[in-house]
């Protein structure tokens, strides 16, 4: 059972656009959630969190939105980069059970020069 | 200075074998996890340690065998290797049991033949 889910397989967006990704999830508990990005032959590397206390995180060009409602977060990523091709895993935990984390299956992104 | 080290990289062996994976992290960390991503792409958790107890056990084969003989080292066994055990294996850690994003190592591709 995946109870977190990305959609999506892949994107293609021009650079200098807005990259926008998304992710659903089913579990209610869920209170934590991540995004990662992934480049071929390396490991996930941690790009910005929220927890559900809020409904909006940013760092730089990534913004992170959080609809609870709905169980949906997307990773909003503006200006996009051709740095920023990759693959982005979204991920989501129940503190109260600890670190345990549901990941998706990904968003592969490419950014058009 | 690699933050969560994993060897080897790629591993390819026959049916039946039985091989390890190691897997170091220098963050200080204090919680380890290993985690598979299947052939689709998915990543799931099979594994975590926390101060040397296992804390997360997800229904894998007995066949796979974490051991941790230090907070900075957890190590995968597998007994008798299947087809089935081809996969991407990721080592992670992360500080604390919840609210902490994991930091992931770089993989490492297991070839059963």
């Known amino acids: 059972d995946q109870q977190v889910k990305q959609n999506s397989p892949s994107l293609s967006v021009q650079e200098g656009r807005i990259s926008i990704l998304n992710c659903d999830y089913t579990n209610s508990m869920f209170d934590y959630f991540l995004w990662y990005k992934k480049y071929p032959a390396e490991g996930p590397t941690f790009l910005i969190s929220i927890s559900s206390i809020k409904d909006k995180n940013e760092d730089g060009r990534f913004t992170v939105f959080l609809n609870k409602s709905a169980k949906h977060l997307s990773l909003h990523i503006v200006p996009s980069q051709p740095g920023d091709s990759a693959v982005y895993f979204c991920a989501a935990s129940d503190l109260n059970t600890g670190n345990q984390f549901y990941f998706g299956t990904g968003t592969s992104l490419t950014v058009i020069p | 200075d690699t933050a969560v080290s994993q060897t080897p990289k790629y591993l390819v062996t026959q049916m039946g074998n039985d091989k390890s994976i190691k897997c170091e992290q220098n963050?200080?960390?204090?919680?380890m996890y290993w985690y598979k991503q299947d052939s689709k792409k998915f990543l799931k958790i099979m594994f975590s340690y926390n101060n040397k107890e296992l804390i997360i056990n997800e229904t894998v084969p007995n066949r796979f065998s974490p051991k941790s003989p230090d907070k900075a080292h957890l190590n995968l066994h597998i007994n008798s290797l299947e087809l089935g055990d081809s996969a991407v294996y990721f080592c992670?850690?992360?500080?604390?049991?919840?609210?902490?994003?994991?930091?992931f190592g770089n993989g490492t591709r297991l070839t059963v033949t």
């Open positions: 992670a850690s992360s500080q604390g049991t919840g609210g902490s994003p994991l930091h």
């Open positions: 963050l200080g960390h204090d919680t």
